[in-house]
């Protein structure tokens, strides 16, 4: 952890736990299309437009402009109705990122809606704990894309070596690796090996896990 200044964190999966929330918001949405969908952990990480072109162009029906803008409204509804009625934060979300604030910047760069970043703000308390965050529609290519990741870094005024990036899917893992930005991943989506397979230089358990591991190696 030398010379680590600011810690980057994805928010799903991570902060809020979120994934099976996600994962029944799409498959309602395939169910309504009459396709299916593939296990939530191959998009994880991905911007809904993405998740969705993604799906779609399996089954040879790519959507139009329209058509996919729809569909991303009604995932991201879905998603944000059951996200609302009881967000599932990371246990002691709040007092864990306070830990690391103590010592280091930290940045939220989701892939997320601006509306479900919002949410978590809210509901964990920690909005003020973080000096950059950005939603997945602020750039304009998603994970596994490098794009969210450099502009995390251009927002704290952070080299790559400077910064770390905790990140569940290997989607997120990817993205931050071609951003040149070490990467400590949750085992919460994907399992350690793939994680590891990504480019991963550690894998926590827990977000209660990543703290300690962060802190020991400080």
Same mark, same amino acid.
């Given at each position: 952890?030398?010379?680590?200044?600011?810690?980057?964190?994805?928010?799903?999966?991570?902060?809020?736990?979120?994934?099976?929330?996600?994962?029944?918001?799409?498959?309602?949405?395939?169910?309504?299309?009459?396709?299916?969908?593939?296990?939530? $952990?191959?998009?994880?990480?991905?911007?809904?437009? %993405?998740?969705?072109?993604?799906?779609?162009?399996?089954?040879?029906?790519?959507?139009?402009?329209?058509?996919?803008?729809?569909?991303?409204?009604?995932? $991201?509804?879905?998603?944000?109705?059951?996200?609302?009625? %009881?967000?599932?934060?990371?246990?002691? &979300?709040?007092?864990?990122?306070?830990?690391?604030?103590?010592?280091? $910047?930290?940045?939220?760069?989701?892939?997320?809606?601006?509306?479900?970043?919002?949410?978590?703000?809210?509901?964990?308390?920690?909005?003020?704990?973080?000096?950059?965050?950005?939603?997945?529609?602020?750039?304009?290519?998603?994970?596994?894309?490098?794009?969210?990741?450099?502009?995390?870094?251009?927002?704290?005024? &952070?080299?790559?070596?400077?910064?770390?990036?905790?990140?569940?899917?290997?989607?997120?893992?990817?993205?931050?690796?071609?951003?040149?930005?070490?990467?400590?991943?949750?085992?919460?989506?994907?399992?350690? %090996?793939?994680l590891l397979a990504a480019g991963a230089w550690q894998v926590a358990a827990s977000l209660a896990d990543l703290v300690r591991l962060v802190l020991s190696h400080g």
């Amino acid at each position: 952890m030398e010379g680590i200044a600011a810690i980057i964190f994805d928010m799903d999966g991570v902060l809020l736990l979120s994934s099976r929330i996600h994962a029944r918001a799409f498959a309602r949405v395939y169910q309504e299309l009459g396709v299916k969908g593939p296990p939530y $952990r191959e998009i994880a990480g991905m911007r809904t437009d %993405e998740a969705l072109r993604y799906v779609l162009a399996r089954h040879g029906t790519p959507a139009g402009a329209g058509q996919l803008a729809a569909l991303v409204a009604r995932k $991201r509804d879905l998603a944000h109705a059951l996200l609302a009625s %009881e967000p599932p934060l990371a246990p002691d &979300c709040r007092a864990q990122l306070a830990r690391l604030r103590g010592r280091f $910047r930290l940045a939220l760069a989701s892939s997320a809606s601006e509306r479900n970043v919002a949410l978590f703000l809210a509901a964990s308390g920690a909005a003020e704990l973080f000096d950059v965050v950005i939603a997945g529609d602020a750039v304009a290519r998603a994970k596994p894309e490098p794009d969210i990741y450099l502009a995390a870094l251009k927002a704290l005024g &952070c080299p790559p070596a400077g910064a770390l990036v905790v990140e569940d899917a290997v989607n997120g893992v990817v993205a931050a690796r071609r951003a040149g930005i070490r990467v400590v991943g949750i085992s919460s989506t994907h399992a350690a %090996e793939e994680l590891l397979a990504a480019g991963a230089w550690q894998v926590a358990a827990s977000l209660a896990d990543l703290v300690r591991l962060v802190l020991s190696h400080g």
